[in-house]
């Protein structure tokens, strides 16, 4: 057993790029948050915050963005509950939802890399800085923001980066740090006393001395973040020993709780999280004193960037957030810790593949129904029976696309798989019906249909085909 967590707060991470909460349904979860025992809100909006003016093209199209009035109400909600909010706004990398617009498209670092920034371009820093000034504005007595700055694919292919790094001395990690320091020391400019922190990947095979000469020390907090059920413990110490060495004294660490699996993942492995923040433990009770851990945000991943499909939706993840919450503060998922999590949400199982109810409250788990139908028919869906119905033996045996193609068919064998096929269709279908009438409940239209596409049309597809394409075929075959 590790001792709990240390000082420092508790982040829930929201990431709205994909399969953004109703309104509603965003207020339950953050009571539900608070009942947890959640420090605070780390939120991602992407394209669900209402940019306004030159930025306005920044907004979802596919479902409306959250309002001024609904991202204030976010704030009020969790101020109610002392949960602080915390703006992620990327500024680097993972821009995606920004350059993949077409007026945008000379700020990328390369053509075929959307999601990275052209450091040199001052109409790019300018747009970033614009971009965290409306956040900024929106979220009144703001203390700390995130500006991202991970993943920094192709930094120094594009052809402004070649030339000043052709200047001796100059090098890629420079290249990262001058940019990210820059904006840091804009953010300061602006607003003096905010905090800020940033992802640390970049940062990671970079000295200590690269470090310190930065100018990033005492600018930033890094977030060190790892997600793995296996994470390296001597190595992660390392490494947030090195950037305290370099001056960097507030420092962040990263769990999960879902969309770390797979990038395609539909429901959530509590084990496999609560495993993740195991290790964390075991990295905050070898580290020296003189760290000070500021605390762990907890992500959530709904997309792996803005342009992957959709990782599982919150409701099937409370479970695995409420069991590593409860891991952080008894330092173990002991029996007493499994105990309070079911007791919470009103369940018999922290395992939503497992899971029973205990309670008629639906107040205890928003989304437990859309968690348990979404269960049932992704057990539906990944079923032999269905998956590999093209290639089971009746339609292997007598209705091979050979079959097809020469309308040549036995058509007692047909007639039988066509039953077959509609009968599993049918059964698809009135499962699929529940689970969308409960999903645009809690989500857009656009993310049911979405989810449809994603889990359910590849398996459907191939079963409508069959049925479509044997009644000719039998036709041929029978006067």
Known sequence: MNPPWPKGKK?????????????????????????LGVDGLLVEYEDMFP??????LLQATVQPAYSREQVLSIQESAKARGMEVIPLV?????????????????????????GTLNPHKEDGVKMVMEMLRQVVELHPHLRTVHIGADEVYSLGEGED?????????????????????????????????????????????????????SGLVGLVQPMLWDYTPNLDVDKTVSLLE??????????WAASSFKGSTSVHTCVTCTQRHVDNHLQWLKVASSLSAAINMRGIAITGWQRYDHLSVLCELL???LPSLASCLQTLNHGEFSTEAHRNVTEMLGVSSVEIEAMERT???????????????IVEINSLL????????????????????????????????????????SEYLDTLQKMVEAVRKEMVNLYPDSTAEEWMEEHVSPVTAPLQRIIDAIPGCVKEMVP
């Not at 940019?51 to 306005?56: H, K």
């Not at 990398?93 to 959307?114: A, N």
Request: charged share 25%; glycine share 6%; aromatic share 10%.
């Open 51 to 56: 940019y306004e003016g030159e930025l306005q």
């Open 315 to 317: 409701p099937v993840a």
């Open 242 to 251: 090195k950037y305290h060495g370099a001056g960097m004294s507030d420092l």
């Open 90 to 114: 990327q500024t680097f990398g993972h821009m995606e939802f920004v350059l993949k617009h077409r007026t945008l498209w000379h700020l990328r670092e390369v053509p075929h890399c959307i």
């Open 382 to 421: 990944n079923s032999e029976d269905l998956r590999f119905f093209e290639s089971n033996m009746f339609v292997r045996g007598w209705f091979s696309p050979y079959h097809r193609q020469r309308k040549m068919v036995n058509p007692l064998n047909s007639i039988l798989i066509h039953s077959q096929a």
């Open 359 to 373: 309670s008629a409250d639906e107040s205890l788990f928003p989304g437990r129904r859309l968690a348990e139908l």
């Open 161 to 213: 980066s070649k030339l000043w790094l052709a200047s001796t001395g100059h090098s890629v990690e420079q290249l990262f740090l001058s940019h990210v320091t820059k904006v840091a020391k804009a953010i300061k400019e602006a607003w003096p006393d905010m905090n800020i922190i940033m992802w640390d990947d970049m940062m990671r095979g970079m000295s200590q001395d690269t470090l310190k000469a």
């Open 11 to 35: 982040l829930v991470h929201l990431d709205l790029k994909g399969a953004p909460p109703r309104i509603e349904y965003l207020h339950q979860l953050i009571e539900l948050f608070s009942r």
